[in-house]
C-alpha cells in the first residue's frame, strides 16, 4: 500500500501541476466559453475539473503518506534531546518561506505581482485573438433576447443563420445553437453582427465593457469631466477613471452599451 500511495502521491501532483498551468494561461472564462476555446482537446471546464479532482486524490495520498510516514516527520521536529520543538531552524525556514508566499502573493509585492501580471498578459493576448463577448455569459442568452440587448433585427439575425445553414429556434441559447451547429457562440454572433452605432451616429468602440474611462476620453469618444460628472448624478461617488466600464455599469445595474451611451 505504500508503495501505491507514492505513486499515487506522484501521478495525481503531475495532473494537478499540469492542470494548474494551464489555467493560469487559459483565456478568461468569458472568453474561454464564448469563443469555445479548447487546448488539445479539452476546454477550459475540462481542465477546471481536473484540476479538482486531482487535488481530491492528491489530498488523500497525501495524508496517507504522512500516515505512513509520521515517524520520520516527526523526527524532522525534535531537537537533539528529542522532543518536538517548534524552534528548529528546518521548521522556521519551510514556515518562513510559506508565510513569504502567501503574504507576498495577497499585497501583490515583487516578485509575486510580476509573475500575476504576467500571467494576465497571457490571458489579454488570447483576449485580442478571440475577442470578447458584448457582455458577461452573452452565450447563455437565448438569441431573440440577445438581439434585443444589442439592438439587432431579429428576422434579419434569423435570416443571416438561414443563410449560413445554422440549424437553431430563437429561443435556444447562443451556447446551444453553437453546439448544435459544432461551432462556437462567437463564430454565431458574427454571423448577425450589425455595427452598433451610438446617438451620434458614430460606431462604438469594440470590447467597451473592457475600456475605461480614460480610454474612451484618449479615443475622444467623451469628455472626462462631463462623463464623471454624469456618473456622480447617477449615484456613484468615487469614480477612478482607469476602472473598467463593465464594472461602472454593473454598479448601475445597466449594460456597458447603456452607460456608454448616457455618457457620451
Known sequence: MKKITSLSLGFSFLIMSYTGIILFIVPHGRVAYWS???????????????HTTSMVMFLFFALLHIYYNWKPLMSYMKNKSKKISFT??????????????VIGTLTLTPPFK?????????????????????????????????????????????????????????????KSI???????????????????????????PSNLGRKTLQNLSDMKRIELE????????????????????????????????????LII
Open 36 to 50: 469555445d476555446w479548447h487546448l488539445f482537446g479539452l476546454s477550459k471546464g475540462q481542465y477546471g475539473e481536473l
Open 178 to 204: 453553437a453546439l448544435e451547429n459544432s461551432t462556437s457562440p462567437s463564430a454565431i454572433y458574427k454571423l448577425i453582427k450589425v455595427e452598433i452605432k451610438d446617438d451620434n451616429g458614430k460606431e462604438v
Open 226 to 261: 462631463k462623463a464623471i460628472k454624469i456618473l456622480k448624478t447617477e449615484g456613484l461617488k468615487e469614480i477612478d477613471t482607469e476602472t473598467k466600464l463593465r464594472h461602472l455599469a454593473d454598479e448601475l445595474e445597466m449594460e456597458p452599451l447603456e452607460l456608454y451611451k
Open 88 to 101: 528548529k531552524k528546518e521548521f522556521l525556514v519551510a514556515l518562513l518561506l510559506n508565510v513569504v508566499f
Open 114 to 174: 510580476t509573475f500575476l501580471d504576467f500571467g494576465e498578459g497571457i490571458k489579454d493576448t488570447w483576449t485580442k485573438e478571440y475577442g470578447e463577448p458584448p457582455y458577461g455569459h452573452a452565450e447563455e442568452t437565448k438569441l431573440n433576447i440577445f438581439c434585443k440587448k444589442l439592438h439587432i433585427d431579429l428576422d434579419e439575425a434569423k435570416l443571416s443563420l438561414n443563410k449560413s445553414n445554422i440549424i437553431f429556434e430563437e429561443n435556444q441559447t447562443l
